[in-house]
C-alpha cells in the first residue's frame, strides 16, 4: 500500500489517507489492544470480587465517553 499524505502550504505532514478496510481493521486493532489492556489492569488489581458481566458493560461504556 503507498502511503499517502495531505499537506499544508508549508509541505508538512498533517493528515494520512488510507483505504477505509484499512481504517477500519486499524480500529478493530485498537479496540482489541484496549481490551487486553483493560483484562490485564483487573488481573492487576484482582481482589478476588467479581462484577456482572452487565455492570463490566456499563463501567466500560462510561470509560469511553
Known amino acids: ?6 499537506t499544508d502550504a ?3 505532514k498533517v493528515a494520512v489517507i488510507l483505504p ?3 481504517y477500519e481493521r486499524m480500529l478493530e486493532d485498537l479496540e482489541t489492544k484496549e481490551d487486553v489492556a483493560l483484562y490485564d489492569k483487573a488481573k492487576a488489581e484482582d481482589d478476588g470480587e467479581r462484577i456482572e458481566l452487565s455492570e463490566y ?3 466500560r461504556k462510561a470509560e469511553s465517553r
Not at 500500500?1 to 495531505?6: D, E, L, P, V
Open 1 to 6: 500500500m503507498k502511503t499517502q499524505y495531505i
Open 20 to 22: 477505509i478496510k484499512k
Open 10 to 12: 508549508d509541505g508538512n
Open 57 to 59: 458493560f456499563r463501567e
